[in-house]
């Protein structure tokens, strides 16, 4: 019995450093001070907790989110011949990094750097990028793919707060709506943050829509559907990611409709939720993204030959927050905007197929 426990001990201890040979340095880029160190910490401590788990061994740099800390985290990532590197928030520090990584032969996972020419012009830069995150049009297209099937047999309106993000919003709405033959019932930009909007309600009304998107705030949406119920008008509204956000004292109305990415938390593996929790870590923002970064990460150097980005970019990961594809420009094979409907209490996802 105690050879069977000894042998056991042994093998354990094998198979570990076969893991941890396996799975090599990997760098994590953060900013770790400044405005941005809370969201930083949350990508250190899902990494960390991720890197013990694979065994992996990580190099945490702090990139500050500023062009200079992102050529200072590259050079540390490429003297030390990282395998990959994960993290980044901030398009300043991630284009600052990516020559120096792309000239090391170090491919990229950034979990929250958005901006869409990062990937768009792989051709021409060759950076070896690959996009955790959402792109900044995922939003957008998501929105309008959605509300369009959603809303092809009726009157709808598309409004606007007048700012740049909720204007593109809109815009994208309408204009895929147009593309599937389907013409908005009222088109309007109005006033945000007022204490009520009646005289728009009534304008909606009016025009006979029954559903309206708006881009904006999800205070506006809520004294919107407020209002609609007290003139008795039956409007669905639906807005972005920004419902997400505190609207204030008015709640929503029931059957309000938010395109937004999922709470990772809700959708997780529930084995890596019960680590977080005994490790005492919230699974809260870029956390789980950044754990299911280095299980990318860790998988693709075990499968590559030679050529971890090529690894990556044909691979097909199974991770924390669920199942992940880049398509060959680094991005997503599938968007992560989901259709979620208030019901009275919380926004709960819905089939939209």
């Not at 019995?1 to 340095?25: D, E, R, W, Y």
């Not at 994960?86 to 996972?109: D, R």
């Not at 204009?175 to 304008?203: C, H, S, W, Y």
């Amino acid at each position: 019995m105690h050879l069977a426990k000894a042998v056991t001990s042994v093998l354990a201890g094998l198979l570990a450093g076969i893991a941890a040979a396996q799975a090599g340095t990997i760098g994590v880029a953060a900013p770790l001070s400044g405005s941005s160190e809370l969201l930083g910490r949350q990508i250190e401590a899902g990494a960390s907790l991720a890197a013990n788990a694979n065994g992996a061994t990580l190099m945490v740099a702090d990139d500050a989110c500023t062009a200079e800390g992102g050529r200072a985290a590259a050079q540390k990532f490429a003297e030390a011949k990282a395998s990959a590197v994960i993290g980044f928030l901030c398009t300043e520090a991630i284009e600052a990094a990516l020559p120096i990584l792309k000239e090391a032969g170090i491919p990229v996972i950034t979990v929250g750097v958005r901006t869409e020419s990062l990937t768009d012009q792989r051709e021409k830069t060759g950076w070896p990028l690959f996009r955790l995150a959402a792109r900044g049009d995922d939003e957008r297209n998501a929105a309008a793919g959605i509300l369009t099937r959603l809303w092809r047999d009726d009157l709808f309106a598309v409004i606007d707060d007048g700012t740049i993000y909720g204007r593109e919003l809109a815009e994208t709405v309408r204009a895929t709506a147009e593309q599937a033959a389907l013409k908005p019932a009222f088109v309007d930009t109005f006033r945000p943050q007022m204490d009520n909007q009646i005289g728009l309600v009534g304008r909606l009304r009016k025009a006979g829509a029954t559903k309206a998107f708006v881009g904006g705030d999800g205070s506006d949406v809520a004294i919107m559907g407020r209002d609609a119920q007290q003139l008795g008008a039956d409007i669905v509204f639906a807005g972005g990611e920004a419902l997400r956000a505190a609207h204030g004292d008015v709640p929503y109305a029931t059957g309000t409709l938010m395109i937004a990415q999922p709470e990772w938390a809700e959708v997780a593996d529930k084995v890596v939720l019960d680590a977080f929790a005994a490790a005492e870590i919230e699974p809260d923002g870029y956390a789980l993204p950044a754990y299911a970064a280095v299980q990318i990460a860790v998988a693709a150097e075990a499968s590559a030959k030679g050529d971890p980005t090529e690894a990556l970019g044909s691979g097909d990961f199974s991770t924390a927050i669920g199942p992940v594809r880049f398509d060959k420009k680094g991005d997503l094979t599938q968007n992560p905007y989901r259709a979620y409907r208030f019901n009275g209490t919380r926004f709960v996802a819905m089939e939209t197929n």
